[in-house]
């Protein structure tokens, strides 16, 4: 079964910093890959699918990259509506596997 | 309108069987390349995904729970149910069911289940 490896597991920024935020497979998953941002109580929000399209209605200070094994989400500009824990998906084969998680938090 | 709706108890007892419902709206069940997923998280952790079921009925399951699952439609009704046996209270949390698809993104509001004698 595949294995994705989140880094890092959390992190602090400022409003307007720009941040990164890793995923790597254990295996080669093409592009079959989504990112979620998931707030306090609510259910997870999809951002990005297929490694680099992004959501409708998702603002474009979001981004996604990567194919194979290895996939980045950035954001640009951090907003404060932007805190919030950040979930890589996997799906390849009709199979999931969640990474752990970032969380985001103030600095 | 696409909504999905979990619904099932709010409290099992260790050793018993869980049963969760998810209600759909809005697309059929029958649809071709339509899938339903389940996926859980528990409190202050990560999201785990469960199980997903098809249109044409193929089913996956997640490989660390996969000997305690059940997923299964009901096309006339639109749901798909969810049964977990062995309950324990490390399975405690929220669950979510959610649409597969490769460019809508619908989740229900989620469910908490506790697990407690």
């Known amino acids: ?107 | 309108q696409i909504t999905l709706k979990e619904s099932g108890p709010t409290l099992v007892k260790p050793t018993q069987t869980l049963t969760l419902t998810c209600t759909i709206s809005g697309f059929s069940l029958s649809t071709d390349g339509v899938g339903v997923a389940w996926i859980r998280q528990p409190p202050g952790k990560a999201l785990e995904w469960l199980a997903v079921i098809y249109w044409n009925d193929d089913k996956r399951y997640g490989p660390s729970l996969k000997s305690r699952l059940t997923i299964s439609k009901d096309t006339s009704k639109n749901q798909v149910v969810l049964t977990m046996t062995n309950m324990d209270p490390v399975d405690t949390g929220t669950y979510y069911c959610a649409l597969d698809s490769p460019v809508d993104d619908f989740w229900g509001q989620g469910t908490l289940v506790t697990v407690s004698s």
């Open chain 1, 1 to 107: 079964d595949i294995q994705m490896t989140q880094s890092p597991s959390s992190l602090s920024a400022s409003v307007g910093d720009r941040v990164t935020i890793t995923c790597r497979a254990s295996q080669g998953i093409r592009n079959d890959l989504d990112w979620y941002q998931q707030k306090p109580g609510k259910a997870p929000k999809r951002l990005i699918y297929a490694a680099s399209s992004l959501q409708s209605g998702v603002p474009s200070r979001f981004s996604g990259s990567g194919s194979g094994t290895e996939f980045t989400l950035t954001i640009s500009s951090l907003q404060p509506e932007d805190f919030a824990t950040y979930y890589c998906l996997q799906h390849d084969i009709y199979r999931w596997t969640f990474g752990q998680g970032t969380k985001v938090e103030i600095k």
